[in-house]
C-alpha cells in the first residue's frame, strides 16, 4: 500500500492553515442568533406535558395522558442546545485521486476543517472516525482548541492501513460510539454501490442528524477526445487502458456517473440526509454555505 506521504501532509497542513485565518472572518457571517453553530443540532429532549391549546400541532399529543384524564395534553420538547459534530472520513486509497493540484483527500480536510470551524463554539464537542476497509481512527467527542487541533492533525496526517471502502461498517461503528444525538457528517468519494451501505445509513439517519458529502476529482469530464487513456484502480491496484476516442464507451461512462449519483440522492432522502457534491478546488467556505442551505431544505427551516 502507498502510504500518504510527509509532503502531502505538509501541503495540507499549510492549505489548511490559510483556509482557517481566510475563513474565520468568512464564516461569522454564517452565524446564526446567538448560539455560535451554523449546524445547530436538530434534535430534541423532552421537557413536560401540558394542555392541548388551539395552534398545537396534533401530532404532539400525548395519548396515554389523554385517555387517562378524559382531555388533550401534548409533549413538549426543547431543543438540544450542546452539540456534537461527528466526522465520518473515508480515507480509502481512492481518496487518493484528483487533478489539476488537488486531491479528494485534501478537499476533503479542507472541507472538515472549515466546517469544525463553524461547528466551534463554547458548547459544541468534535468527534473523528476515520475509516478504510477498516476502522482508521477514533476520536471520542471533545471539546476546546485542543480538540480542533487534534482532529485536523488526525486528518491530516493519518496514515491508513487499509485501502478498500467499507462504508457500511464505517456507518455502525460510528453509530455504536455516539452515545447523544448528534450532527453527523460523513466524507467519502461514495464509489462503492449504494445498495453495499444504503440500511446502514439510515440506521445513522435514524439516531442522528445526517449529512453526505461526495468529493468528487475535477478534470475527469469530459475525458479526453480521443486516444488510449491509461488508469489504475487505487483501491486494487489494477491497471488497465480505456480507448475514450469510444462514443459508446464514453456514453456508457456517463450512464453509469449519473446512475451512482442518482441512487445516492434516493438514499440520502430516504435517510432524511442533506447531500452535497463538492469538487476538488472548490472553495471549503462556499461549500460549507452551499450544505447550510440544503439542511434547510431538507428539515424545513428557512434559508439564510
Same mark, same amino acid.
Given at each position: @500500500?502507498?502510504?500518504?506521504?510527509?509532503?502531502?501532509?505538509?501541503?495540507?497542513?499549510?492549505?489548511?492553515?490559510?483556509?482557517?485565518?481566510?475563513?474565520?472572518?468568512?464564516?461569522?457571517?454564517?452565524?446564526?442568533?446567538?448560539?455560535?453553530?451554523?449546524?445547530?443540532?436538530?434534535? @430534541?429532549?423532552?421537557?413536560?406535558?401540558?394542555?392541548?391549546?388551539?395552534?398545537?400541532?396534533?401530532?404532539?399529543?400525548? $395519548?396515554?395522558?389523554?385517555?387517562?384524564?378524559?382531555?388533550?395534553?401534548?409533549?413538549?420538547?426543547?431543543?438540544?442546545?450542546?452539540?456534537?459534530?461527528?466526522?465520518?472520513?473515508?480515507?480509502?486509497?481512492?481518496?487518493?485521486?484528483?487533478?489539476?493540484?488537488?486531491?479528494?483527500?485534501?478537499?476533503?480536510?479542507?472541507?472538515?476543517?472549515?466546517?469544525? *470551524?463553524?461547528?466551534?463554539?463554547?458548547?459544541?464537542?468534535?468527534?473523528? =472516525?476515520?475509516?478504510?476497509?477498516?476502522?482508521?481512527? $477514533? =476520536?471520542?467527542?471533545?471539546?476546546?482548541?485542543?480538540?480542533?487541533?487534534?482532529?485536523?492533525?488526525?486528518?491530516?496526517?493519518?496514515?491508513?492501513?487499509?485501502? !478498500?471502502?467499507?462504508?457500511? @461498517?464505517?456507518?455502525?461503528?460510528?453509530?455504536?460510539?455516539?452515545? #447523544?444525538?448528534?450532527?453527523?457528517?460523513?466524507?467519502?468519494?461514495?464509489?462503492?454501490?449504494?445498495?453495499?451501505?444504503?440500511?446502514?445509513?439510515?440506521?445513522?439517519?435514524?439516531?442522528?442528524?445526517?449529512?453526505?458529502?461526495?468529493?468528487?476529482?475535477?478534470?475527469?469530464?469530459? *475525458?479526453?477526445?480521443?486516444?488510449?487513456?491509461?488508469?489504475?484502480?487505487?483501491?486494487?491496484?489494477?491497471?488497465?487502458?480505456?480507448?475514450?476516442?469510444?462514443?459508446?464507451?464514453?456514453?456508457?461512462? !456517463?450512464?453509469?456517473?449519473?446512475?451512482?449519483?442518482?441512487?445516492?440522492?434516493?438514499?440520502?432522502?430516504?435517510?432524511?440526509?442533506?447531500?452535497?457534491?463538492? #469538487?476538488?478546488?472548490?472553495?471549503?467556505?462556499?461549500?460549507?454555505?452551499?450544505?447550510?442551505?440544503?439542511?434547510?431544505?431538507?428539515? !424545513?427551516?428557512?434559508?439564510?
Amino acid at each position: @500500500m502507498k502510504p500518504v506521504g510527509p509532503s502531502l501532509a505538509r501541503r495540507v497542513t499549510q492549505r489548511v492553515r490559510r483556509i482557517e485565518f481566510r475563513a474565520r472572518g468568512r464564516i461569522s457571517d454564517l452565524l446564526a442568533g446567538g448560539h455560535l453553530s451554523t449546524f445547530k443540532g436538530t434534535g @430534541m429532549r423532552f421537557r413536560e406535558v401540558r394542555a392541548y391549546v388551539d395552534g398545537d400541532d396534533p401530532r404532539g399529543i400525548d $395519548w396515554n395522558v389523554t385517555a387517562r384524564l378524559n382531555e388533550p395534553f401534548v409533549k413538549v420538547f426543547e431543543e438540544e442546545r450542546e452539540l456534537t459534530a461527528a466526522f465520518l472520513l473515508d480515507l480509502s486509497e481512492s481518496t487518493l485521486a484528483g487533478s489539476r493540484g488537488a486531491l479528494s483527500r485534501e478537499t476533503a480536510a479542507e472541507f472538515c476543517a472549515v466546517t469544525a *470551524l463553524s461547528c466551534f463554539g463554547s458548547q459544541e464537542s468534535l468527534a473523528l =472516525l476515520t475509516f478504510s476497509d477498516q476502522v482508521e481512527t $477514533w =476520536l471520542p467527542p471533545a471539546r476546546g482548541p485542543q480538540a480542533l487541533s487534534r482532529l485536523l492533525r488526525e486528518i491530516l496526517e493519518r496514515e491508513p492501513e487499509g485501502r !478498500g471502502t467499507d462504508i457500511a @461498517m464505517a456507518c455502525d461503528q460510528l453509530a455504536r460510539r455516539l452515545r #447523544r444525538r448528534s450532527v453527523v457528517f460523513v466524507v467519502s468519494d461514495f464509489r462503492e454501490d449504494p445498495a453495499t451501505y444504503a440500511q446502514a445509513l439510515r440506521r445513522l439517519g435514524i439516531g442522528h442528524d445526517l449529512n453526505l458529502v461526495r468529493i468528487e476529482p475535477a478534470g475527469f469530464d469530459p *475525458l479526453p477526445g480521443s486516444g488510449l487513456v491509461g488508469f489504475v484502480d487505487a483501491e486494487t491496484g489494477l491497471e488497465f487502458e480505456l480507448d475514450v476516442s469510444d462514443k459508446s464507451l464514453r456514453e456508457a461512462l !456517463g450512464r453509469r456517473e449519473t446512475e451512482t449519483v442518482n441512487n445516492l440522492e434516493r438514499e440520502a432522502r430516504k435517510s432524511r440526509a442533506a447531500l452535497l457534491r463538492v #469538487r476538488t478546488g472548490d472553495d471549503p467556505v462556499d461549500a460549507v454555505r452551499k450544505l447550510v442551505r440544503r439542511r434547510a431544505l431538507v428539515h !424545513g427551516g428557512i434559508l439564510p
